[in-house]
């Protein structure tokens, strides 16, 4: 039932199933590979919908640390807000991974409207350190 409120789509990343088709996902999966794909993708990227993504692979040089971490939140934010409808963003934290010097932890929280699901989901992002 609550696949019929939240919605289904092609499974990310792309893949077939079984039978050859696409494969599918629906729900809350559905809702966190939406996600993934809006903050994996950059601007520019897709050429039938040029503004589509999240623009924090412009960041990639810069130094991991408080004010990058802080930027990058807002981008998500904003990125979620604007190509995810489905879902209501309560939180982005950002924060540098202590096991790596060069990768933010991305960690959003959210709720799915039609269900009032609560979910988080981190998601790293890799800078390209300085030699």
């Known amino acids: 039932m609550t696949d019929d409120f939240v ?7 792309l893949r077939l199933d079984g ?3 696409f494969a599918l996902s629906a729900g809350d999966r559905d809702v ?3 996600i993934r794909l809006i903050l994996g993708t950059s601007p520019g990227e897709r050429p039938m919908r040029p503004e589509f993504g999240c623009p924090i692979h412009e960041l990639i040089f810069d130094t991991v ?4 971490a802080g930027r ?3 981008l998500v934010e904003a ?3 604007r190509w995810e409808p489905r879902i209501d963003v309560l939180a982005v934290a950002a924060s540098p991974d202590p096991a790596a010097a060069h990768v933010l932890r991305i960690a959003v929280d959210y709720r799915i409207k039609a269900t009032n699901d609560r979910r988080n989901l981190v998601f790293p992002f890799y800078a390209i350190p300085e030699d």
């Open 7 to 13: 919605g289904r789509g092609w499974a990310f990343p």
């Open 19 to 21: 039978t050859g088709a």
């Open 32 to 34: 966190a590979e939406s």
């Open 65 to 68: 640390d408080a004010a990058l």
């Open 72 to 74: 990058v939140g807002a």
């Open 79 to 81: 990125a979620l807000t």
